[in-house]
């Protein structure tokens, strides 16, 4: 039996129904939640349990740890490239950064995007991410490749791979086997690990490669996870190829239900937000990233009325999801000119929605701070110039804590980050050996100098 006990933290759950105790205890078992109260820990939690984990918080404030339910670890290869191109448009960023890069990636730097990119997860108090992944050049295995780096440093994960038809048919196919293959590999044994089937988005995926994927896909109860209308193209290309819209497509092709995940969301119609609200299927919204591609904000205001959940991701724009939900009130604010709204709906995004759209992906309870929920929590180092209450508890999250004060992160009932540090990695010698993989990253890219822009 392991157990970690948690003493002198200030509890808070910033939910909208949330809690906050000035000082109280948490105890992990065996990775959940087993007990969690204020006061001074009492002696029937089991004091003589032997080689027990304990942390004296002296006053740190204990979260729920953070959720990113849209993320591409591969990313971070981004930093400081250069494409060698101006990109005019949404296809141009694809096709001059994201395409040669993910071709570009071996199983070397996949290890090594899960592991460093996963260690900056960490270190900014997210817990759990929901992973897009591709790499054309390396598909079988690629995801067991990233689940073993994420397992080693401690880092809950729900994975799939982007299926698409820009590598051929051969290439599509590859991707839905593996998929399905590591949806079978993790299927029903616990740990850090879950999958969900990918999708790039409708404009890269035929009908055929839809009916190959749904016949391998058989009895299985998988979630999608797709981007949708990100830029125009998307939907332009569905109408004119499909004769519908692409929400209208996923749903013909059985792909919408409560466990997958429709990103992005920027163009679709009051009829798409009718059939994602009929089906349950959640909205993953990435605010810096849109703003970023200049592809505009979704219709977040339209889509809660139609009765949609929408949560929060950082589509590999950061690790950060401390940034990532203050630009996306911001964002809205903006983007309805509505100084004072969306405070309770960013909320209820990010510390419950986000928790809802996780726990239904592993099939337990994730993001909570309750007895029975996975023991994912972080240690903030925050102190409060102000009363901190259940009412305000998010205020102070939103304008007093960040990725900077993460002290501690504890997934799984197991210490990942202690005083800001990943334990299971030498930051220094990460930092040599990524830059190496990088390099060679790079080199390939570069290579691929002549991919095509434009249509
Ligand atoms: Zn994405």
């Not at 953070?66 to 990109?87: A, F």
């Not at 005019?88 to 460093?116: E, N, Y």
């Not at 689940?147 to 799939?160: D, T």
């Not at 879950?194 to 994927?213: E, K, N, P, Q, R």
Request: hydrophobic fraction near 40%.
């Amino acid at each position: 039996m392991a157990e970690l006990l948690v003493r002198n933290a200030r509890i808070v759950y910033p939910a909208t129904r949330g809690f906050v105790v000035d000082r109280g205890w948490l105890l992990a078992r065996d990775g959940v939640i087993a007990g969690l109260a204020a006061g001074d820990v009492p002696v029937d939690v089991g004091w003589s349990v032997a080689g027990r984990q304990e942390i004296d918080a002296a006053g740190m404030t204990l979260l729920p740890g953070l959720l990113n339910t849209h993320m591409h670890l591969y990313s971070m290869y981004s930093r400081g490239i250069s494409t060698g191109r101006v990109s005019h448009g949404f296809l141009d960023v694809l096709q001059d950064l994201w395409w040669r890069l993910d071709r570009s990636l071996l199983k070397d730097a996949c290890w090594m995007s899960a592991t460093f990119s996963g260690m900056d997860s960490l270190r900014c108090g997210t817990t759990t991410i929901v992973d897009h992944h591709a790499s054309p050049s390396y598909i079988a295995g690629s995801l067991s490749t990233l689940s073993e780096a994420l397992n080693k440093i401690g880092l809950r994960h729900v994975l799939s791979y982007e299926i698409t038809d820009r590598n051929g048919i051969e290439g599509a196919v590859a991707g839905v086997d593996e998929n399905i293959r590591f949806f079978d590999e993790v299927k029903g044994k616990g740990g850090l690990a879950s999958s969900m089937v990918g999708l790039h988005a409708s404009f890269t995926v035929s009908d055929a490669t839809l009916a190959i994927l749904r016949a391998r896909v058989g009895s299985r109860k998988v979630g999608y996870h797709v981007h949708v209308a990100e830029g125009a193209i998307d939907e332009e290309d569905s109408v004119e190829k499909y004769g519908k819209r692409i929400v209208a497509r996923l749903d013909n092709a059985g792909l919408l239900s409560p466990r997958s995940i429709a990103v992005h969301c920027v163009g679709i119609d009051a009829s798409e937000r009718e059939l994602l609200a009929k089906s349950g299927t959640p909205v993953v919204v990435n605010t810096m990233s849109n703003m970023n591609n200049a592809v505009g904000l979704p219709a977040v205001r339209e889509m809660l009325e139609a009765g949609i959940q929408v949560g929060i991701g950082t589509d590999g724009y950061t690790a950060n999801m401390f940034e990532e939900f203050r630009n996306t009130l911001v964002g809205l604010r903006h983007r309805y000119e509505d100084p004072a709204g969306f405070w309770t709906q960013v909320q209820q995004a990010q510390i419950e929605t986000n928790a809802d759209i996780v726990s239904r992906c592993t099939g337990c309870t994730v993001g909570r701070l309750e007895e029975g929920a996975a023991a994912d929590f972080i240690l903030v180092d925050y102190a409060s110039p102000t009363p901190l209450n259940s009412e305000n508890a998010f205020g102070h999250m939103f304008f007093g804590m960040s990725a900077d004060l993460v002290d501690t992160v504890v997934v799984n009932g197991n210490v990942a980050v202690k005083g800001h540090r990943v334990l299971a990695v030498d930051r220094e010698d990460l930092e040599r050996e990524s830059r190496k993989v990088a390099e060679a990253v790079w080199e390939a890219f570069d290579r691929l100098s002549w991919f095509p822009t434009g249509v």
